[in-house]
């Protein structure tokens, strides 16, 4: 059971590129989440979503968008990546807003140089 | 607005004592309250929840943790330490009345045990 996967791993990319991160559940969850982790600051809430075909904004959405075509996927874009963007992301989904968990992906490490 | 706040970046203690990791939150009502631990280069992973019931909830590797509803705190413990619990750990609060679903972290704290 695979859980909550995200890809890329890890990424470098330049001040200005676009690049999207992929989360895939296979827990059939309604709940995904996307944060970001910085030193210090804890996870803050990037965008989140409560269903396919719906999305939200969260803490700090600014420089992201994000699409849940699919229950099983949620994506997070950067169009014009910056260096403030330098951070390890995180994708989360649960089963609904209730007293369940969240289960979180291995992280995505992103640097912008 | 809710908030979580962990007082203490870094908790060093001697493998074989007991440890401590305070958490207090700020939410109205009766919220959930959960902690989760995080190994280096790894996602974060589920140790325990607190959804009514017993103030004294038992979770994953030995760990459990405290609800005080006077104090709003929700402190992880475990009775003697290991060096492999050394890792990052964060406390979080979900709003039952909110719409979003999502957690609020506190900033994390790093637990240290030394042999």
């Known amino acids: ?113 | 607005a809710q908030s979580v706040a962990q007082p203490e970046d870094q908790v060093n203690v001697a493998e074989g004592n007991p440890l401590t990791v305070k958490c207090t939150y700020s939410v109205s009502g009766n919220p959930y309250l959960f902690w989760y631990v995080q190994y280096p280069n790894r996602g974060l992973q589920f140790l325990l929840k607190y959804i009514t019931g017993d103030n004294l909830v038992k979770g994953s590797y030995g760990f459990e943790a405290e609800f005080n509803k006077s104090q709003t705190s929700f402190h992880l413990k475990k009775p003697s330490a290991l060096v492999s619990d050394s890792a990052l750990y964060f406390c979080a609060v979900r709003d039952p009345r909110g719409s979003q679903g999502n957690l609020i972290f506190g900033k994390g704290t790093k637990l240290s045990v030394k042999p």
């Open chain 1, 1 to 113: 059971n695979a859980g909550v996967t995200q890809t890329p791993k890890f990424r470098v990319l330049k001040t200005g590129q676009s690049m999207t991160l992929l989360c895939a559940q296979d827990m059939n969850h309604e709940y995904m989440y996307w944060y970001r982790q910085d030193p210090g600051m804890g996870l803050r809430l990037i965008h989140y979503s409560v269903g396919e075909g719906t999305t939200a904004k969260g803490e700090v959405p600014d420089g992201y968008n994000v699409s849940r075509l699919k229950k099983q996927n949620f994506l997070l874009g950067l169009e014009s990546a910056a260096p403030s963007q330098t951070s390890v992301y995180f994708c989360a989904s649960s089963y609904g807003q209730g007293a369940t968990e969240a289960f979180f992906g291995q992280g995505t490490r992103l640097t912008v140089v």
